[in-house]
């Protein structure tokens, strides 16, 4: 299995629609997950961190599955201005000082009107 | 409040000539810092990252090096740029370290070396 692993898209849905993405991941020992945004041509910002079983806000759920080594991101409502590509990150390893993370290479998300 | 700035935000070079990207950040102190790559159409890929003054760590072999003159102050070199070098250019912060680190991104330079 690669250390992160998410499905490419594109995911084209309508304006109001529930989407999920799934990532799942490597290293059994990951404590702390997060799932960043970026827009075309910009930086990854911080969308939600998941350190125990879920993480919700507002429309964006975050669920994390221990036993399956998976996360999933759950968009309700989705709004034209959730276009991105949603990337999945898992820290490299375990208690590290330097707190490397591993990024996923992203699943991008057109909605549509 | 915490800001990072990165420049240039974009540059066009040839091959073969010399690089200095400069990342600072602003609102911490003793930041862990990082450089990554991204090249079109796949992931960002972690050059360097730096825990403090002088303190730099590789993750991949390259033609490219970093420093870190203070505290603030992160910069990516290189002496002879190659092709493959091109790509958008990303430095980042975090200040907790350990597993629950979260890192925050500048604006990025984009460079395309022809």
């Known amino acids: 299995r690669k250390e992160v692993e998410q499905d490419p898209g594109p995911f084209n849905v309508p304006e109001g629609a529930t989407v999920a993405f799934n990532c799942t991941y490597s290293n059994s020992a990951s404590q702390s997950f997060f799932w960043y945004r970026q827009d075309c041509r910009k930086e990854p910002k911080l969308l939600m961190s998941v350190y125990s079983s879920g993480n919700e806000d507002g429309r964006f759920t975050a669920q994390l599955n221990r036993a399956s080594q998976y996360i999933s991101l759950l968009i309700r409502d989705s709004k034209l201005s959730d276009s991105a590509t949603y990337l999945c990150?898992?820290?490299?390893?375990?208690?590290?000082?330097?707190?490397?993370?591993?990024f996923g290479k992203g699943t991008k998300l057109s909605v549509k009107p | 409040s915490q800001t990072i700035h990165q420049w240039p935000a974009t540059l066009v070079q040839p091959v073969g000539s010399p690089l200095s990207l400069e990342c600072t950040v602003e609102g911490t102190s003793n930041p862990n810092l990082y450089w990554y790559r991204q090249a079109a159409g796949r992931g960002l890929q972690l050059l360097f990252y730096?825990?403090?003054?002088?303190?730099i760590s590789s993750e991949v072999p390259q033609n490219l090096s970093a420093s870190r003159p203070q505290d603030w102050q992160f910069i990516l070199s290189s002496k002879k740029l190659l092709l493959s070098d091109s790509g958008f250019y990303l430095c980042?912060?975090?200040?907790?370290?350990?597993?629950?680190?979260?890192?925050?991104f500048g604006p990025g330079t984009r460079l395309t070396v022809l």
């Open positions: 730096s825990v403090g003054i002088g303190q």
């Open positions: 990150v898992v820290p490299g390893y375990y208690g590290g000082s330097q707190g490397n993370l591993i």
């Open positions: 980042a912060w975090s200040s907790l370290g350990g597993f629950r680190d979260t890192q925050y």
